[in-house]
C-alpha cells in the first residue's frame, strides 16, 4: 500500500528505510533448557492433542505425551493453554523498534517487503550469528523494483529504479549483492487510489521475475487492482503481496492462480483501512493488548488512509470473494499485514489479520497456519514455522484454543525466541514515559545548521531530507537549495521551493531536519528549550512541525510567516503541545495547505 495517511503520518512513511538497533552478536544469548508441559499444541498445520514439549539449546528437542524435566529446565506448567509457533507476518515494513513491538505480541519473524538495504544486511548478520533474542528475526526483499517516480519513490531519498526489461538482470543482481533474501516488484499505476503514477511495463515486470528466477530468488508483486493481479500472475509471479478491493475476481481468478503456482498475501487488515474502516478495529482498546502498545504503535493503529472524492470505490468484500476462490483451488494464502501501513501495527495487527481471514472463509486452523507453517514453506525458512524436533524454539503460548475461537491468539501467556522467553513485562515497563530512554544526545544548545559550506549539513543528526505529500496521494513539491545570502549579512541559506497541489486538505511540501545519528532514532534534546531559525520568503504562512516518539509520529506545529525581510524565530518547546524534547525525531518547515507556488529561506537553525 502507499504509506503515509496525513501529514499526521508523515514521519512515519518519509523514513520507512530508517535505521533501527539491534543487538550485538556478543549478546545473542543461548536458551537454557525449557519444559512447557499440559500445553495442546498446534503444530503449524494440525493440532496434536495435550502434550510436553521439551526445548533446549535454542531448538525443539522433544514432542511427548509424558517427559521428565532435566536437571536444571525451567518447568512451565500450560494447563489450558495453547502453544503454537512463533507468528510469522509475510509482509512488513521494518525500522526503527518495529522487531522489538512485533516479539511482543507473539510475532518471532518478520518478512519485510521494502527498507533500508544496509539496515536489514546488519540485523541479518547478527542472526547468523546466534540467537537475537529480544526482536524478531528479519528477512527482506531490500529495496524494491519500481519505475522511475514510481511508487516506492516518494520518502524523499534515491532508490535504484527500473525503466525497461533489457535492465531487469543487472537490477536484480545489485539487489542480490546487498543482501536481499528475494525481490520485491511494484506493478500498480495508482488508479486505484484515485491517483496516476508511473509503474513499470508488464515486459519489464516479466523479465524482472525471469532475472530473479535464473538467480534462484522468488519475484513477489505488489499490485493495486484485480486487472494488476492476473498480469503478475500470468507474468509468473512466486506471490502476490496483496489482493484487491476495486473489482470483483474474475470466475477463474483461484483456477488462475493455482494453475501457475502463486501464493497470496491478502492484506485484509490494510484493504480495510483503504476501504476507510478501522483496519486494526479493537486492538487498541484490548484488555490484552493496551499494556504493550507504544505511542508509535497507537498512532498508526489509528491512521486512516484519507483519498481524493475522485478515487473509484473500494469494498474488501472482492478480496474475501477471492480468497472464497483461492481456497477452493488450494492456492496457498499467507497472514501479512503491510505494517506499520495507517490502520495496522507491527505485531499486533498479524491477529486482526487471522480474524480477517477467518471472517473471509478460511478456517481457524488454516489462519493459524497462514501465519506460521504456510509463509514458513513459501519463502524456504526450514527451521521455523512448525513445532517438530530439531527445528528452532520459536513459539507462542496462549490461553484457550484458538482453533476453536481465533480471537484466543491476543490472550498470550509466553512468547520464546530461539529458546529464550521474552520478558513482556518489562517490555512493557519501558513504555512508561518516565522510563524513556533517547538514543542520541545532542548538544545542550547551539547551532544546527548554518549552510555556510554551500551544503545543507548539520552539526549532528542524520541531516536535511524533502518531505512532500506524494506518499499521501498527494500531488505537492518541493525542492532544496543552498542560496547565497543568509541572515544578518552571512553568506549562505537554505532555499525552499515548491508547489502546494490539491486536492488533499493538508497538503504540504518542504524539509525535514532528522535529529538523530540514523532516521527514525529520537535525540534528547531536554537540555535545551527551543528551537531558534531565521526566515524570509514571499510573505505566506508556513508551519514549523516537530515529531516526537512520544506522540506516536504525530506531529506538533506552530505557523509563521516568512515576509520580505529576514526574521528572527524561536519556538519554544513547550509550546507543542507540551513536548519536553525528551525524544525529538525531527522539525520540518513546509508550505501549504493553501494551494500555489511557495519560496522560503531558512538560516541560522539552531537550539537554544
Sequence with gaps: MFKGADVTTMAAALIVAGSTTFIHPALAQQAPATLIRHARVFDGQRMLGQRDVLISGGKIVTISNSIAAPAGATVVDASGMTLLPGLIDAHTHVYGDALQQALVFGVTTELDMFTDANMAAGLRAAQRAGNVSSRADIF???????????????????????????????????????????????????????MSIPTISWQTLAALVTSAHKRAKLAVVHIGSAADARVAIEAGADGLMHL??????APDFGRLAARHHVFIVPTLTVLTSITGKPGSSGLAADAHFASYLSQQSLGTLNGAFPFPKSAPPR????????????????????????????????GISLHRE???????????????????SAPAKAFSLNDRGRIAPGLRADLLLVAGDPTANITATRSIEGVWKGGVRFDRAAYAASLAPSQTVALHKSPEAGLISDFETGNAVATFGSGWLISTDKFARGSS?????????????????????????????????GVMFMTGDQPMQPADLSGVKSVHFWAKGDGKTYKIMLFAKSKGMQPSMQDFVAGSDWKEYDFPFAGFDGLDGHDILGVAFTGGPTPGPFAMQIDEVGLR
Design 140 to 194: 527482506s526483499a531490500g529495496t524494491l523494483a519500481t519505475a522511475p517516480k514510481g511508487h516506492g519513490t516518494e520518502y524523499g531519498f534515491a532508490i535504484p529504479t527500473i525503466s525497461s526489461p533489457d535492465s531487469a538482470q543487472s537490477w536484480v543482481d545489485a539487489r542480490i549483492r546487498e543482501g536481499s533474501d528475494y525481490i520485491k516488484i511494484v506493478y500498480d499505476d495508482g488508479h486505484v487510489y484515485g
Design 315 to 346: 469494498d474488501v468484500s472482492y478480496a474475501d470473494a477471492a480468497i472464497k476462490q483461492l481456497l477452493v483451488a488450494g492456492v496457498p494464502i499467507l497472514a501479512g499485514t503491510d505494517a506499520p501501513n495507517p490502520g495496522t501495527a507491527h
Design 354 to 372: 487471522m480474524e480477517l481471514l477467518v471472517h473471509a472463509g478460511m478456517t481457524n486452523v488454516q489462519a493459524l497456519a497462514a501465519a506460521t
Design 477 to 509: 513539491t518541493a525542492e532544496m537549495k543552498v542560496l547565497d545570502g543568509g541572515a544578518g549579512g552571512t553568506h549562505k541559506s537554505l532555499g525552499i521551493t515548491g508547489n502546494i497541489v490539491g486536492p488533499l486538505a493538508y497538503a504540504w511540501g
Design 244 to 249: 484487491f478491493a476495486d473489482a470483483a475476481p
